[in-house]
């Protein structure tokens, strides 16, 4: 009967159940929402359909959109000099990176309100241009870059720093420039890198709420949405939203996902 | 051709100490040292990758400070070849002259060209990580030459090679530098490599240049005790040289007298180096050697060296021959035999030893 002989590893085995926990408790959580959710469908139809319910997630996932896309043209160059350059200060300046992440949502959120409020020190020249950021589609742009900025950038650099510096060697004795060599070494094989921080710096921005209320309580992203039906409706309306916000989220990352599997797999070495 | 005057240059812990040295139009120049001497950022030096601390780099006569690597007209190829991997081998044959905005037709042409002269037509549309390390390492001369470089730097190119590809590659080195030419200059710390293909050789030892010269001074004639061993010369004993005359000296090292063809003087403290291939085995007793030093003694050891046997002797100091495996096995030789070892006066060479130096 027994034609296999496995053998189980006890340490395995219980890193595996204790590790389970996490996974438990988030399937759990879509669960027990889903459940509910599901017990109502009119409900929920009416509620994903409401012309509210999709402009803040037009909204929140086009700004975030916007905010890779600065990202990659802004994001990717330093994350070149953080993956190549060692300069006096290298250590100061991957600190500065860091910031958004280390500081509380709601401190990142008035960073950007002072410096681009209507009165602000960006804000108050870019207002006389024509641009506003409060309570305005570019400060929560401007609200996701900052937050997410890190993201993207650590790592799009861990992917330029797995090219090995001998391929930008060779190129540039070949006749490439150091931008050619970028160019045409380095970034094809970082794609997947920079597709994978693309995704996570999207995914950070579109969650963000506590530094996009700051500046910009209008228009509504889907997470100011899901607070101001909470506080107005209750949990049952606001639980809806957020439901649907899942699915869409969801929905999202595996085309995401689908799209860039075969992305770059020249890289994968061992 | 390439010149350093006075270069030192830092990187890490890799660190070059004002070394200068002339490598010449058309020369196979190698460039000698053990692992983390500073090899490869010399190689990284010359093609620019790294700008010299002080001193400075001629290339064809002109000091080269601030002219950047794809101005200079050197092709690298590195240890592991570096061949770019999201591109065929045809791509990266071709991304040279690309780079160098040739034509269409041109690239085509040479690219086909060196396919062929390379025999790796067939891997044409493969992909590099799918190819074996020979096929690796033709593929990436074939893209360093594709750009007519006058100087070919080689960073250690036998290094990955097992010893049949290696031994076809030494013959088509040999080839390319031949007809192509090219000024190439190689590091390595395999001296066999430097025997039989280098014109030129320069020793590099901790950042230092040990040793500048030709092929046979270099191997043969080593010019202090450090080199002699670096250059693997196995005996080397030290002495003071007794008498001296007609060209001819005694040395004494405390345990035996040895006689070589020198001119140094008598008094010099000194190290008398030989190759242990220069050593031949006899019976104690039998005559018949011409060679002006004989020392018996009792074998120690056997190490075998392919069709070689290494031979320790104990002969009041330790001495080290080799001999095919055929004698050994012929004169009946195991641990514990008495023989005696013969070496010619006039192979061996004398060099300062380094209390000398100091004094």
Wanted: hydrophobic letters at 50%; one cysteine or more; charged letters at 20%.
């Amino acid at each position: 009967m027994h034609s296999r002989h496995r053998v189980f590893d006890p340490c395995l085995i219980s890193f595996s159940l204790i590790g389970g926990l996490i996974i438990g408790l988030t399937v759990l959580a879509l669960l027990n929402m889903a459940v509910k959710q599901l017990s109502d469908i009119p409900f929920l139809i009416s509620t994903a359909t409401d012309s509210g319910v999709i402009n803040a997630i037009v909204v929140t996932m086009g700004a975030g959109l916007h905010a890779v896309l600065i990202l990659l043209i802004i994001g990717t160059p330093l994350a070149y000099v953080l993956a190549r350059t060692n300069f006096r200060g290298k250590g100061v300046v991957e600190s500065i990176v860091d910031i958004p992440i280390m500081i509380p949502h709601t401190v990142a959120g008035i960073l950007v309100y002072l410096l681009f409020m209507r009165r602000g020190l960006l804000g108050a020249p870019l207002y006389e241009m024509g641009f506003s950021f409060e309570d305005a589609y570019p400060g929560i742009v401007v609200a996701m870059l900052f937050v997410s900025a890190p993201y993207y950038v650590n790592s799009v650099r861990e992917g330029f720093e797995k090219v090995p510096v001998h391929f930008e060697n060779v190129a540039r004795t070949l006749g490439a420039t150091r931008f050619q060599a970028f160019m045409r070494i380095v970034l094809p094989l970082s794609v997947r890198h920079i597709v994978n921080g693309s995704i996570l710096a999207w995914g950070r921005a579109i969650g963000e709420f506590a530094a996009i209320i700051m500046i910009a309580y209008y228009p509504f992203v889907i997470s100011t949405l899901i607070y101001y039906t909470f506080t107005t409706s209750g949990i049952k309306a606001s639980s809806t939203v957020a439901f649907v916000m899942i699915l869409a989220c969801f929905a999202a990352f595996i085309i995401l996902r689908l799209l860039t599997r075969y992305t770059g797999r020249y890289d994968d070495r061992v | 051709m390439i010149e350093f005057d006075k270069v030192s240059l830092r990187l890490g812990t890799f660190a070059l100490k004002e070394v200068s040295l002339r490598i010449r139009l058309g020369d196979f120049y190698f460039i000698l040292g053990p692992s983390g001497a500073g090899k490869t950022v010399l190689l990284e030096g010359i093609a620019g990758l790294h700008a010299p601390q002080s001193g400075r780099i001629l290339l064809r006569g002109e000091d080269v400070a601030g002219i950047p690597p794809e101005r200079r007209r050197i092709s690298l190829v590195y240890q592991d070849y570096s061949l770019f991997p999201h591109m065929t081998v045809a791509k990266n044959i071709a991304f040279g002259l690309k780079m160098q905005k040739a034509d269409r037709h041109t690239v085509e042409r040479r690219v086909e060209d060196l396919l062929e002269a390379f025999g790796i037509g067939a891997l044409r549309d493969r992909h590099p990580l799918t190819l074996s390390g020979g096929e690796q390492q033709r593929v990436a001369i074939a893209r360093a030459l594709a750009v007519e470089p006058d100087i070919l730097l080689l960073d250690e190119p036998f290094s990955a090679l097992d010893p049949v590809t290696k031994e076809k590659f030494i013959e088509d080195l040999r080839e390319i530098h031949r007809t192509r030419d090219l000024t190439i200059v190689q590091v390595t710390h395999a001296r066999d490599e430097a025997m039989r293909l280098a014109t030129r050789v320069a020793v590099i030892i901790e950042g230092m240049l040990a040793a500048e010269g030709g092929v046979e001074e270099i191997f043969s004639a080593p010019e202090t005790c450090d080199l002699a061993r670096f250059m693997g010369i196995e005996n080397i004993l030290l002495g003071r040289i007794v008498s001296s005359s007609n060209h001819v000296v005694r040395v004494d090292t405390g345990a035996a007298t040895i006689i070589a063809v020198s001119d140094l003087a008598e008094g010099m403290e000194v190290a008398a180096c030989f190759r242990a291939e220069d050593v031949t085995l006899s019976f104690p007793g039998t005559p018949g050697s011409s060679a002006r030093n004989t020392f018996e003694g009792t074998i120690t050891a056997f190490t075998p060296l392919g069709p070689l046997m290494r031979v320790s002797i104990d002969c009041g100091f330790p001495l080290i021959a080799t001999v095919l495996r055929d004698t050994v096995k012929e004169m009946g030789l195991s641990p514990g035999s008495r023989v005696s070892a013969s070496v010619k006066a006039s192979i061996i060479h004398l060099t300062a030893s380094e209390q000398t130096i100091t004094d």
